[in-house]
């Protein structure tokens, strides 16, 4: 499914090895787009510390979340 570019797209932590002070598994996280990283296999995600940074892709996985859900998570950051 083609997400719309207004859409923020979640993902939820399926590892957090090497990553255990910014990263909690099961925890869902919002993605910023940036193609670049993409192509490398990484994900921009806001972490733990509220900032956005580079993971590897494979500690994650992609969530789609309800639209009343999506929207409390919007208001919420």
């Known amino acids: 499914m083609k997400r719309r570019s207004s859409e923020t797209q979640y993902v939820v932590c399926v590892k957090n090895a090497g990553y255990k ?3 909690v598994v099961r925890r869902i996280y919002p ?3 940036d193609p670049d990283a993409r192509k490398r296999g990484l ?3 806001l972490d733990e ?3 956005d940074y580079l993971f590897p892709e494979g ?3 992609a969530i789609e979340l309800p639209k009343a ?3 409390m998570f919007s208001l919420a950051t």
């Open 49 to 51: 510390s509220g900032e």
């Open 43 to 45: 994900l921009r995600v």
């Open 59 to 61: 500690l994650f996985a």
């Open 31 to 33: 993605v910023i787009p």
């Open 21 to 23: 002070a910014s990263l």
């Open 69 to 71: 859900v999506g929207k």
